[in-house]
């Protein structure tokens, strides 16, 4: 018997030689290794027979109940080990079988996938898309510099640009004392505000251009204020009498301009509202020319510009999928080639100067006439500039220029040109109107709009609850309505009625009238009261409306608050679209934060635009 069953051991199908049920690495393996094996096995409270009878039940019960085998003869669904098999005591007899439970082993490979999930792009650093744009089609990605590649850190900007400006203020004849004492609200203005130059305020409005919001100075002006100056008749922007806040660069002349009115009104000093924006304009663009501005920038960059890491290889990628990069930018030459040093300089091993990293570079192109007007491409390699000629060379520098020529140069169709900038006018508005060219919009103050609006999920929610309770309140109320005309008109029948069962002089004909009288009075309070309990309900609803109206004005200004303490978000104004959104949405194909949130995604990306419902599909 005992022959027969290690026999049965040799052979394929039961688990496995005698040699490998005892532990040995192979029938080879020395016997005092084996012997030891076999003396743990026939320790304990069982025999030989039964012990290897109950290794021969567990690889056999293990091989019916466990997983599939695959071709290869391990097991499907990973690689296990069998664990436990001896621990449930055996019954009497040759049927029994222990229970047999696996242990799932690591994976040898799992190094190579350290991530078990696709990875999300948070919110704050996504791509938003207008209108669908294939990256595949693009051939040529142009980027401007300043606020696009060079991110500013705004405060100091603002506080730098101040500075210079009151200094040159001063010198104008405006009191020094008080413009050096005055502390400047540098948070109070956001892009997409509008100067009135007439009365001194500071505007926000919706894309229908209705002025939703302002301040005189830094006082807010009531709806009673807004109305009577600018709901009677439209505006028009870009009239002499106004002037647009849309890039980061102008967001301390509306600084200096709230603060000064406020600060000079508070003493008593008259003021000519025009001039002193005009003041204002000229001193912040001497400033910037003069070198008080961008000498102090040059000298301290890391405290002005933001490096990005992840700029390089940005561009690298791009580059990897065989587009071709130019730089097109309003700086001037030295300012530029410092300021890309510093962001791209020794970035990236492969990439020795950041002019390898463009195949074309043009400074001063004084957008947007660049779009607009024929002004020559020059090229610097000398002493003076002189006209270039095609085909333009890698690693030259060029001045100046025009949209019509520049392509020519390149060789390009407008459509297959993707540029990215900062400026709504000067790089988005005007490039979509004049070109084909496709256009990414780096908004730098999405970040924290995202982070927002993402903060305000609740109230959002909550607010669209309320907008569904005023519907439901205004149908009631409709009903209601309705109804209260009904029974009026219900009692007037049911009174002529009554005047029509008497003759000429108010004498019931005969006697039935006074029965039909009764009928009449009868129906007559019956309506009255109902119009009674009718008007009860109307005032009600409307009581129940007045305060939905207070809830969702107050989840509104909570919201506004979240975005801005003054203007609420730079791309909305209450439910509608603001100004600033608008052009956003028309003229921005599409719009990220920084040029380095495309490293998340591939060259070659199709970006889709969600669906644009109208108010009936929702």
């Known amino acids: ?67 599939r085998a695959a071709p290869g003869g391990r097991p499907r669904g990973g690689i296990g080990r069998r664990r436990g098999a001896l621990c449930t005591p055996l019954r009497v007899g040759y049927h029994s079988r222990p229970t047999v439970f696996f242990e799932q082993l690591e994976l040898p490979l799992g190094g190579l996938y350290p991530q078990t999930e696709p990875t999300r792009i948070p919110r704050t650093r996504r791509v938003f898309v207008n209108r669908n744009l294939k990256l595949a089609g693009i051939d040529w990605v142009g980027f401007d510099m300043d606020y696009t590649l060079a991110i500013y850190n705004q405060t100091e900007m603002d506080n730098l640009s101040i500075q210079g400006t009151v200094t040159k203020l001063a010198a104008r004849g405006y009191p020094e004392e008080i413009l050096r004492r005055l502390r400047y609200p540098i948070h109070f203005p956001i892009r997409g505000l509008l100067i009135d130059k007439r009365f001194g305020h500071v505007l926000k409005m919706d894309r229908f251009k209705v002025v939703q919001r302002g301040y005189h100075g830094l006082r807010e002006l009531t709806k009673d204020e807004l109305r009577s100056l600018y709901q009677h008749r439209k505006i028009r922007p870009n009239t002499a009498r106004y002037h647009w806040i849309d890039t980061l660069y102008a967001l301390s002349e509306a600084t200096l301009y709230a603060g000064i009115v406020d600060a000079l009104e508070e003493r008593g000093v008259a003021l000519d509202y025009a001039r002193l924006f005009t003041d204002i304009r000229e001193c912040i663009d001497e400033a910037h020319r003069d070198g008080t501005i961008l000498d102090v920038v040059l000298s301290d960059l890391p405290r002005f510009v933001e490096r990005d890491p992840n700029l390089a290889q940005t561009l690298h990628k791009f580059r990897s999928a065989g587009k071709k990069l130019f730089l097109l930018t309003n700086s001037r030459w030295p300012f530029t080639e410092k300021m890309m040093t510093y962001l791209l300089g020794d970035a990236m091993p492969e ?47 060029y001045e100046g220029g025009n949209l019509n020529d520049f392509e020519k140069f390149l060789n390009i169709s407008g459509d297959r040109v993707l540029y990215v900038g900062d400026h709504i006018y000067g790089d988005i508005l005007r490039s979509k109107k004049e070109s084909a060219w496709r256009t990414a919009m780096i908004i730098q103050e999405m970040e924290a709009e995202v982070a927002a609006h993402e903060s305000c999920r609740r109230e959002h929610m909550e607010s669209a609850l309320l907008e569904g309770r005023r519907e439901e309140l205004e149908d009631q109320l ?8 009904d029974l009026t008109r219900k009692i007037e029948e049911e009174q002529q009625r009554r005047n029509g069962a008497t003759n000429g002089g108010g004498a019931p004909l005969l006697a039935e009238a006074n029965g039909e009288h009764v009928q009449i009075d009868y129906a007559t309070s019956f309506y009255e009261a109902e119009r009674g309990r009718t008007k009860r309900a109307v005032e009600r609803i409307r009581g129940q409306l007045r305060a939905v109206d207070a809830e969702v004005g107050k989840l509104e200004r909570e919201i506004a608050r979240r975005f801005h303490p003054y203007w609420g978000s730079l791309l909305k104004e209450a439910n509608e ?23 998340a995604y591939s060259p070659l990306q199709y970006f889709r635009s969600p669906r644009d419902l109208m108010p009936h599909e929702l």
Do not use: W
């Open 351 to 397: 990439y020795p100067s950041f002019r390898h990293y463009f195949d074309v570079i043009v400074v001063a192109a004084q957008k947007p006439a660049f779009f607009q007007e024929r002004r020559p491409l020059l090229i610097r390699d000398g002493a003076e500039p002189r006209p270039a000629t095609a085909p333009l060379e890698r690693g030259a520098i």
């Open 478 to 485: 409709r009903f209601y309505q309705q109804r209260y005309k």
């Open 577 to 599: 679209t603001s100004s600033f959104g608008d052009q956003v949405e028309e003229y921005a194909c599409i719009y990220t934060s920084r040029v380095s949130n495309l490293l």
């Open 1 to 67: 018997m005992r022959s027969r069953l290690l026999e049965r051991t040799r052979r394929d199908g039961t688990g496995g030689t005698i040699a490998q049920l005892f532990g040995a690495a192979h029938p080879g393996a020395p016997r005092a290794r084996a012997r030891a094996a076999g003396g743990r096995l026939l320790g304990g409270d069982g025999s030989l027979r039964a012990r290897l009878r109950a290794r021969l039940h567990a690889r056999l019960y293990a091989r019916s109940t466990g997983p």
